[in-house]
């Protein structure tokens, strides 16, 4: 049974930096993790991904140099550093598994499983 459980969501000012975290149990050691994001009346966007050894990781062109993505495999935690925070930053954002590598950000329609979400907010 596989299950997302994403937290570390939280409101921070421009410039500021959070941390999520993404519980992924059950998912296969080969998955594609990533996150997405999505922010009301706007489609669901790839953020990040990383390969099963976390050594192979993409990034959107928005969030490069502000953001890293982590995975922790022998825990099955899925992480995401968010740091330069923007308030174009604010979304909901989720976590995902994708059956297979990854060596960009997939689409949409490439994801199996979804987290539930956490919202970020970034404020001027």
């Known amino acids: 049974h596989v299950q997302l459980v994403e937290s570390g969501g939280g409101s921070v000012q421009a410039g500021g930096s959070l941390r999520l975290s993404c519980d992924a149990s059950?998912?296969?050691?080969?998955?594609?993790m990533g996150w997405f994001r999505q922010v009301p009346g706007k489609e669901r966007e790839g953020v990040a991904v990383s390969d099963r050894s976390g050594k192979g990781t993409s990034y959107a062109d928005s969030v490069k140099g502000r953001f890293t993505i982590s995975r922790d495999s022998a825990k099955n935690i899925l992480y995401l550093q968010m740091n330069a925070l923007k308030p174009e930053d604010t979304a909901m954002y989720y976590c995902?598994?994708?059956?297979?590598?990854?060596?960009?950000?997939?689409?949409?329609?490439?994801?199996?499983?979804w987290g539930q979400g956490t919202q970020v907010t970034v404020s001027t």
């Open positions: 995902a598994a994708i059956p297979y590598s990854c060596s960009r950000v997939p689409p949409l329609g490439a994801v199996q499983y």
């Open positions: 059950g998912v296969p050691y080969s998955y594609c």
